[in-house]
């Protein structure tokens, strides 16, 4: 049986796996990609491309929030409160790219991936958040 810490670990090795396939693609692919584009949807791809990463960056913060809880540098108050908030959800939820002809099939598998991946992290947050402000508020 796996520990929450190894289960954490998993989740931010997975994180850092998604990461570096859209560093790869944005370093060797996304040029390729460009070179034929007009700027408006050179524009869109960066965005796009940039979307990505903030969504991984978001998802590792939250997992490396919930290991420092695990490990005992963090409470879970400490770690509920707003200056905490790292999955900030609206623009991350975005999908329409997703469907995009004009973005390149590897940037919008990028963006399915890591919005599937965000929108888990994102429940786990809302979880851990509903049942420990219940609490706070009795307090």
């Given at each position: 049986?796996?520990?929450?810490?190894?289960?954490?670990?998993?989740?931010?090795?997975e994180?850092?796996?998604?990461?570096?396939?859209?560093?790869?693609?944005?370093?060797?692919?996304?040029?390729?990609?460009?070179?034929?584009?007009?700027?408006?949807?050179?524009?869109?791809?960066?965005?796009?491309?940039?979307?990505?990463?903030?969504?991984?960056?978001?998802?590792?913060?939250?997992?490396?929030?919930q290991?420092?809880?695990?490990?005992?540098?963090?409470t879970?108050?400490?770690?509920i409160?707003?200056s905490?908030?790292?999955?900030?959800?609206?623009?991350?939820?975005?999908?329409?790219?997703?469907?995009?002809?004009?973005?390149?099939?590897?940037?919008?598998?990028?963006?399915?991936?890591?919005?599937i991946?965000?929108?888990?992290?994102?429940?786990?947050?809302?979880?851990?958040?509903?049942?420990?402000?219940?609490?706070?508020r009795?307090?």
């Amino acid at each position: 049986m796996s520990s929450p810490v190894t289960l954490i670990d998993s989740r931010i090795e997975e994180a850092h796996r998604l990461l570096s396939a859209t560093h790869a693609y944005i370093k060797w692919q996304a040029p390729k990609d460009m070179d034929t584009m007009d700027p408006h949807i050179t524009f869109l791809l960066s965005s796009e491309a940039m979307r990505v990463t903030v969504r991984l960056t978001q998802i590792i913060a939250w997992l490396m929030l919930q290991k420092a809880i695990l490990e005992g540098e963090l409470t879970s108050e400490e770690s509920i409160s707003e200056s905490c908030r790292v999955m900030q959800g609206e623009e991350c939820l975005n999908q329409s790219s997703e469907e995009d002809k004009d973005i390149p099939p590897r940037l919008r598998e990028l963006l399915k991936e890591s919005r599937i991946f965000y929108f888990s992290i994102l429940r786990l947050d809302t979880r851990a958040r509903e049942q420990y402000l219940p609490r706070r508020r009795q307090s």
